[in-house]
């Protein structure tokens, strides 16, 4: 069974910087590619950022391209989320995902495995 846990998350003032971590567990880690998304109040989950199972490839939606970073250290099993700039808008839940498969989706239905996320809070 896999397992995510994941980490980091808190409170930030605008402009500000987070790391979140996302460490794997229960099966062989690059057999996954790895997403992360977001959930605020009201509103359906969105797609952040997402990496191959090398770390080779990576996607970002326009809304974070430029502020955030996804990175993988497949040594530790672990994909990283590197948020920079931040605003309040970047207020939600954040959940870390795996994937069976070399390649990454951006659609929430296509991850087979949550984590139980983590709460970044971005004041003005």
């Known amino acids: 069974q896999v397992q995510l846990v994941e980490s980091g998350g808190g409170l930030v003032q605008a402009g500000g910087s987070l790391r979140l971590a996302c460490v794997v567990s229960?099966?062989?880690?690059?057999?996954?590619?790895m997403g992360w998304f977001r959930q605020a109040p009201g509103k359906e989950r969105e797609f952040v950022a997402a990496?191959?199972?090398?770390?080779?490839?990576?996607y970002y939606p326009d809304s974070v391209k430029g502020r955030f970073t996804i990175s993988r250290d497949n040594a530790k099993n672990t994909v990283y989320l590197q948020m920079n700039s931040l605003r309040p808008e970047d207020t939600a839940v954040y959940y870390c995902?795996?994937?069976?498969?070399?390649?990454?989706?951006?659609?929430?239905?296509?991850?087979?495995?949550w984590g139980q996320g983590t709460q970044v809070t971005v004041s003005s």
């Open positions: 995902a795996a994937r069976r498969g070399r390649s990454f989706y951006i659609n929430p239905l296509s991850y087979d495995h």
């Open positions: 990496i191959s199972w090398s770390g080779g490839s990576t």
């Open positions: 229960g099966r062989t880690f690059t057999d996954y590619a």
